[in-house]
T-cell receptor
Framework: GESVGLHLPTLSVQEGDNSIINCAYS??????FIWYKQESGKGPQFIID?????DKRQGQRVTVLLNKTVKHLSLQIAATQPGDSAVYFC???????????FGQGTELSVKP | KAGVTQTPRYLIKTRGQQVTLSCSPI?????VSWYQQTPGQGLQFLFE???????NKGNFPGRFSGRQFSNSRSEMNVSTLELGDSALYLC??????????FGPGTRLTVL
């Protein structure tokens, strides 16, 4: 069946270091991928997205890489800050589709 | 522009009761999706509405239903509540049917 999974359930980094959160997906038909950040007691917050016709997209301190050959997605956070501590989810979708398939989530902990 | 709002934020019900949750999308957004989040199952898609029509449906029993009004506001209903329905229910709205923006969720506890 369709699934989007994360390699690591927890990730601990030192403040100022770069963080890399990984995600594997299994549905080759998915053409749109999104990363969300969820803080305790809040709903998921959109971080960055990428379409399948791209392999890299950059935002403010974040970069998403898409490797369609191995069906792998990653989120890189530069100069990680304590405020980045949260659970990060990858999700996949079909463009103009309303159904997101979420991965399990990775909890990022930033040590000061 | 105001974000997605959900009411109520917290709800406590007992088994067998029913519950209605409400979601107001971002102004101009016509697509509304609902998700259930639990520690064991993660985020799971319930259904999606667009222009008052259910366009996608997840693998949940018929006790879970929803609707969308002409102003794009949406409600979801869960009948005959079970203990396992305790969860955070999230609503997300979309303009382009790609990027979904989430509300804060409704925390439902079934006793």
């Amino acid at each position: 069946g369709e699934s989007v999974g994360l390699h690591l359930p927890t990730l601990s980094v030192q403040e100022g270091d770069n963080s890399i959160i990984n995600c594997a997906y299994s549905n080759s038909a998915s053409d749109y991928f999104i990363w969300y950040k969820q803080e305790s007691g809040k709903g998921p917050q959109f971080i960055i997205d990428i379409r399948s016709n791209m392999d890299k997209r950059q935002g403010q301190r974040v970069t998403v890489l898409l490797n369609k050959t191995v069906k792998h997605l990653s989120l890189q956070i530069a100069a990680t800050q304590p405020g980045d501590s949260a659970v990060y989810f990858c999700a996949e979708n079909k463009i103009q589709g309303g159904k997101l398939i979420f991965g399990q989530g990775t909890e990022l902990s930033v040590k000061p | 522009k105001a974000g997605v709002t959900q009411t109520p934020r917290y709800l406590i019900k007992t088994r067998g009761q029913q519950v209605t949750l409400s979601c107001s999308p971002i102004s101009g957004h016509r697509s509304v999706s609902w998700y259930q989040q639990t520690p064991g199952q993660g985020l799971q898609f319930l259904f999606e509405y667009f222009s008052e029509t259910q366009r996608n449906k997840g693998n949940f029993p018929g006790r879970f239903s929803g609707r969308q009004f002409s102003n794009s506001r949406s409600e979801m209903n869960v009948s005959t509540l079970e203990l396992g329905d305790s969860a955070l229910y999230l609503c997300a709205s979309s303009l382009s049917m790609d990027t979904q923006y989430f509300g804060p969720g409704t925390r439902l506890t079934v006793l």
